[in-house]
C-alpha cells in the first residue's frame, strides 16, 4: 500500500465548478498534510497546509481533513481554466520527511 | 530576494557517464531536500540536509547516488554510472529556519540518460 494515494484522474470540471480533489494515506501518526499545485513543466508550489481536523480556507481553496478516515482533500470553488494542473497531496512522515502522491490532474474546461 | 535556483537546467548524458547537479537554496534556509520525479510520478524523497547535522540519505536509490552540502549553502547531487532509468526531473527544496510546512522547490534538472 502507498503512503499516500491520490486517483491519477484527469478529473474534468466545466468552468465556475467545485472541483474536489480526494488523498488518503495510511499512516495514522502524521499530522501535517500539504496540497501542492504543480504546471506542467514547472517545479510543486504549495497551496495549502493543514494539521487540525476540520477545514481550512482560503481564497477559493478550502483543505479538509480527516485523521479518523485518514483523508485529506481540496475543494476549489469556481473553477478556472488556469487552475488547470496537477495537484500533489503531501504528507510530512517523522519530522522533517515529506512524502508525496503521484498526483491527480485537473482540468477545468472553458 | 532569490529564490532556489538549480544547475543545470538540462542535462543529456550517455549511460555510465557520471554528473553533477547543483542546488543553491535560498539564503538562510537552513533545510535543503532533494527528490526525483519521473514522468508522471509524483515527488520521490532522495535526501534531506538540516544545517550541520548529518543528512538522511534514507531515499538515495543506490550507491551510485551521492549528495553533499558545502558550508551549510550550495549542495551537489552526484549520480555515477548513470543508466537509462535515472532520467528524471530532479528537484531541490529548501526551507526556512523553523518552518518546515514552507518548502521553495527549485525549477529542477531534467536528467536523460541515452
Known amino acids: 500500500q502507498k503512503e499516500v494515494e491520490q486517483n491519477s484522474g484527469p478529473l474534468s470540471v466545466p468552468e465556475g465548478a467545485i472541483a474536489s480533489l480526494n488523498c488518503t494515506y495510511s499512516?495514522?501518526?502524521?499530522?501535517?498534510f500539504f496540497w501542492y499545485r504543480q504546471y506542467s513543466g514547472k517545479s510543486p508550489e504549495l497551496i495549502m497546509f493543514?494539521?487540525?481536523?476540520g477545514d481550512k480556507e482560503d481564497g477559493r481553496f478550502t483543505a479538509q481533513l480527516n485523521k479518523a478516515s485518514q483523508y485529506v482533500s481540496l475543494l476549489i470553488r469556481d473553477s478556472q481554466p488556469s487552475d488547470s494542473a496537477t495537484y500533489l497531496c503531501?504528507?510530512?512522515?517523522?519530522?522533517?520527511?515529506?512524502?508525496f502522491g503521484t498526483g491527480t490532474r485537473l482540468k477545468v474546461l472553458a | 530576494g532569490a529564490g532556489v535556483s538549480q544547475s543545470p537546467s538540462n542535462k543529456v548524458t550517455e549511460k555510465g557517464k557520471d554528473v553533477e547537479l547543483r542546488c543553491d537554496p535560498i539564503?538562510?534556509?537552513?533545510?535543503l531536500y532533494w527528490y526525483r520525479q519521473s514522468l508522471g510520478q509524483g515527488l520521490e524523497f532522495l535526501i534531506y540536509?538540516?544545517?550541520?547535522?548529518?543528512?538522511?540519505k534514507s531515499g538515495l536509490p543506490s550507491d551510485r547516488f551521492s549528495a553533499e552540502r558545502t558550508g551549510g549553502s550550495v549542495s551537489t547531487l552526484t549520480i555515477q554510472r548513470t543508466q537509462q532509468e535515472d532520467s528524471a526531473v530532479y528537484l531541490c527544496?529548501?526551507?526556512?529556519?523553523?518552518?518546515?510546512?514552507?518548502?521553495?522547490f527549485g525549477p529542477g534538472t531534467r536528467l536523460t540518460v541515452l
Open positions: 527544496a529548501s526551507t526556512p529556519p523553523g518552518r518546515w510546512d514552507e518548502q521553495f
Open positions: 499512516d495514522r501518526g502524521s499530522q501535517s
Open positions: 493543514i494539521y487540525s481536523n
Open positions: 503531501a504528507l510530512i512522515s517523522g519530522t522533517y520527511k515529506y512524502i
Open positions: 539564503s538562510g534556509h537552513t533545510a
Open positions: 540536509f538540516q544545517g550541520n547535522s548529518a543528512p538522511d
